[in-house]
């Protein structure tokens, strides 16, 4: 206001307007006139001396805050960015986190590490509390996803997957969860479903290592949980790992039977898959949702050379944090497909676990 | 085993080990003090650090924070009144009375000594256990975790200043605080209002914060006073006066670590309900229990004999099993995972060396956080004599940054705000506050054992073996101070 003043009292007096406040106005609407041209030219310089916020939706030490500050610690000069540091937002399995993300201003200065599977099925199954839609945020780059195993006692006279048949005609089988639609619960659906047994899912257990400490007194079956927690528990003399949740032999554990191989029926093929599907997300980087093309290239672009990076990927051996990344583009269009057009049987499993 | 004991000593105490230490007590010490700012962020941030250290200068520079954090709490929950950690909020009780008495140095003293103490009862439980850890960690399931709850639950009835009506009734209130949340069964929100934020449930850190720390800076405000009301005569000796105490007392001190390290071996429920417990106790067995609340020593050696205790306690399972009892163990659980040891049989066998380096972190770390801090009482105590007004805008912002730090949440602010609130008054009409904190800390884990206890055996778990000595121990808790209660309600009766 004040300088608008100031234009007209310092030019040729009077009311109208003066010729340098018509160049300015004129240069103005020049300027946002093409937007594109101006993003395009700052694109990436838009980082400089800024800081970005790389939000984890857990607690601190958890698996996501260790590759989120791994990331977080070379993405940043990548990008040019002054800094790029962790927040920590945990709630709600995540939920509270994915949807803060979903309406931030999509500017490139808030990323997330998202739990891909567990957003997805939310979605899917309408889960209470969910405000976004997977497909729409802007997907930067996939940073790890890893096989679901399937663990039994280590007591247990369940040897193998073929077992669980026989061994659920003498007994009700169980399974350990750590709530209604963790992925551990999704995945002891499945595996009923797939199998067509009868198992109770036994649920309100604190955590992961909670269940296994379960299972090695004998107390429940199963567990679903990801193949290095499950291997962990295995070395730590709890349990065994009998299978993965999967349709097809992994490449990265080709001795370990997969559920897929036990069943003909091409429905149960597919469900038995779908997990997998929804597991391809893993952990992944991803922004809010509508943003600028170049913007997001910038991001993605970033993420390509952190992943390339030689510091980077010594830090990954010395920390015990593998990788199996993927780029953001082939990323995006198979949780687009997927979001699109996902298994029924399985949305239906998802909806029914929701529907309480 | 003793050779594994003198190498860990042995590698402890190298240099670059020991200075690994130093640090991390430094660290600890400064977050220790300043409410709400917890372990588990400041070890989250120190792990990038320990990439590449080996195990043991891994242990040393994160279970050494650990270790100091919570002994540093009670600094502040002697001095301000408001708990540095949630597992100092029972130090708060006599701690700062004493404070206020003038006797500051004492009380910090009595409770550094009272740590240190602990810190080697907990040592001597996990070298007595490593032979039998597992089957007993194997042993102790749901239903007894939820026997272990109910006891604590049971100490309502002790911790309620004789109001045992309104003891009850705060404990229901805290009770239906920690039903808020995501049902663990059925996932189905209760009492969120359809906010996203409440489905965790209310927040412990920011509701002790609040409860204490509230009533505190609101007198400090309205009143002209300092801290001490009265003049302390001899700060810096007042510290010798405070170790002496803690041997001289030396049979609470010793209960309260048993008890610290006992239920500091329960994943999830130990650290908050410990303190309380070994309060309680303390509280039913002395000879003067009525000074308990307004500055009695022995009060403030058994809510400080437990805390590092505790720690002690809570590595077993951690050890054995992977099991963390709180989120601070659970990024020592990471820490395991880095350095590529796994915790199990391992641990107890071939890398038996690192278990013993780990008790050793826990008794030098005590060691030296109490050299660190001799220097510095003299000036802390000083600050118990800063004009209220002057010291309150400090104390308000501490507890403002603390709470939100918790979970980067401006949420949990407003929770503290209204515990803050509730706090105030419940001071004003005298009701007690720490029945409320035992239910909400005990209210959840209730629930959640006794639907798991029923899931897995249905009603036959009141019958196993250790379940039928906690209901014993509950009965005997309940009747001793219902018999208390009696007595003293004839003896006014008489008079």
Redesign the interface.
């Known amino acids: 206001m004040r300088s608008a003043h100031g234009k007209r009292s310092s030019g040729a007096g009077g009311t109208g307007a003066t010729p340098t406040a018509i160049a300015t106005v004129a240069g103005l609407m020049l300027v946002s006139a093409t937007p594109q041209a101006a993003q395009a030219q700052d694109g990436c310089e838009f980082f400089a001396g800024r800081t970005v916020e790389l939000v984890v939706p857990f607690n601190p030490g958890g698996g996501y805050d260790l590759y989120g500050r791994m990331v977080a610690a070379h993405m940043g000069d990548k990008l040019g960015a002054e800094n790029m540091i962790v927040i920590n937002r945990p709630g709600a399995g995540g939920t509270l986190a994915t949807n803060q993300t979903w309406t931030a201003a999509p500017d490139g200065l808030l990323i997330q590490l998202t739990n891909t599977s567990g957003m997805l099925t939310s979605e899917l199954g309408g889960a209470p509390g969910v405000r976004y839609e997977s497909a729409g945020f802007s997907w930067i780059g996939r940073v790890t996803s890893e096989a679901d195993a399937i663990s039994v006692g280590i007591d247990n006279s369940i040897g193998s997957l073929e077992d669980i048949r026989t061994a659920a005609a003498e007994r009700t089988l169980r399974f350990g969860s750590t709530g209604i639609g963790a992925d551990n619960y999704l995945g002891a659906q499945i595996i009923s479903k797939v199998l067509d047994v009868e198992a109770e899912i036994v649920v309100g257990f604190a955590g992961g290592q909670e269940v296994f400490a379960s299972m090695a007194r004998g107390e429940v079956d199963f567990f679903i949980s990801t193949f290095g927690s499950a291997r962990r528990a295995e070395d730590a003399g709890s349990v065994r790992i009998i299978g993965l949740l999967a349709a097809e032999p992994n490449p990265s554990h080709p001795d370990i039977e997969v559920l897929g191989a036990l069943v003909e029926d091409a429905g149960d093929k597919a469900l038995a898959g779908a997990f997998s599907d929804v597991g391809f997300g893993g952990r992944s980087l991803a922004a809010p949702p509508g943003m600028a093309e170049d913007r997001l290239q910038c991001l993605r672009d970033a993420y390509e050379a952190t992943i390339a990076d030689p510091d980077f990927l010594a830090d990954t051996v010395e920390r015990g944090l593998p990788i199996t990344p993927v780029d953001g583009a082939t990323l995006a269009a198979v949780i687009g497909n997927l979001m699109a057009n996902p298994p029924q049987d399985f949305v239906e499993l998802l909806r029914e676990a929701y529907r309480n | 085993m003793l050779e594994a004991a003198l190498s860990g000593l042995l590698q402890v105490v190298s240099p670059s080990a020991f200075g690994l230490m130093l640090i991390g007590s430094l660290i600890g010490l400064v977050v220790g003090i300043l409410p709400g700012l917890g372990g588990?962020?400041a070890?989250?941030?120190m792990?990038?650090f320990t990439?590449?250290m080996t195990p043991i200068e891994t242990f040393c520079f994160l279970l050494s924070t650990l270790v100091v954090t919570t002994t540093a709490g009670g600094i502040t929950s002697i001095l301000f009144g408001i708990p540095g950690e949630a597992t100092a909020a029972a130090i708060v009780l006599d701690g700062h009375p004493m404070a206020k008495r003038g006797e500051a140095g004492r009380a910090i003293g009595a409770m550094l000594m009272a740590s240190l103490l602990g810190a080697l009862i907990g040592a001597l439980l996990l070298v007595a256990a490593i032979p039998v850890i597992r089957p007993v960690?194997?042993a102790f399931?749901?239903p007894e975790f939820l026997m272990l709850a109910l006891v604590g639950l049971t100490f309502i009835a002790i911790l309620s200043d004789g109001a045992m009506l309104k003891g009850l009734i705060m404990a229901c209130a805290g009770i239906m605080i920690a039903l808020v949340g995501?049902d663990?069964?059925?996932?189905?929100?209760r009492y969120t209002f359809g906010k996203?934020?409440m489905?965790?449930g209310i927040g412990i850190v920011p509701l002790v914060i609040g409860l204490f720390g509230g009533p505190q800076i609101l007198e400090l405000m309205l009143s002209k006073n300092s801290v001490a009301t009265s003049n302390p005569s001899k700060k810096v000796q007042g510290i010798w006066q405070g170790f002496v105490d803690a041997f001289v007392h030396w049979k609470v001190v010793l209960q309260s670590g048993l008890i610290g390290a006992g239920v500091g071996v329960v994943?999830?429920v130990g650290g908050s309900v410990a303190q309380f417990i070994a309060y309680g106790h303390a509280k039913q067995n002395s000879r003067k229990p009525e000074e308990f609340g307004k500055g009695s020593i022995e009060g403030l050696l058994a809510s400080s004999g437990n805390n590092n205790a505790k720690d002690g306690g809570a590595l077993i399972?951690m050890i054995s099993?992977?099991?963390?009892g709180s989120?601070s163990t659970?990024?020592i659980?990471?820490a395991f995972?880095?350095v590529?040891i796994?915790?199990?049989?391992?641990m107890l066998t071939e890398h038996l060396d690192v278990t013993f380096s780990m008790i050793w972190v826990t008794i030098i770390a005590t060691i030296i956080v109490m050299i660190i801090t001799i220097p510095l009482i003299a000036p802390l105590s000083r600050v118990t004599l800063v004009n209220g007004p002057l010291l309150a805008p400090f104390l308000l912002t501490l507890v403002v940054l603390g709470a939100y730090a918790s979970?980067?949440?401006l949420f949990d602010v407003w929770v503290m705000l209204a515990a803050a609130a509730v706090g105030v008054i419940c001071q004003r009409f005298r009701w007690p506050v720490v029945p409320l904190l035992l239910g909400v800390v005990l209210g959840a884990a209730c629930e959640?054992y006794f639907?798991?206890s029923q899931?897995?055996f249905g009603w036959g778990w009141m019958t196993r073996p250790i379940v039928m000595g906690f209901w014993a121990l509950m009965l005997f808790i309940l009747l001793r101070a219902l018999l208390r209660a009696w007595r003293s309600f004839r003896l006014r009766e008489r008079i």
């Open positions: 588990p962020v070890l989250a941030l792990l990038p990439f590449g960690v194997l399931g749901p995501l663990p069964q059925t996932a189905i929100p996203l934020e489905w965790d994943p999830g399972p099993f992977g099991l963390p989120v659970a990024v659980l990471t995972l880095i590529g796994d915790p199990g049989p391992a979970r980067n949440s959640r639907f798991l899931a897995l």
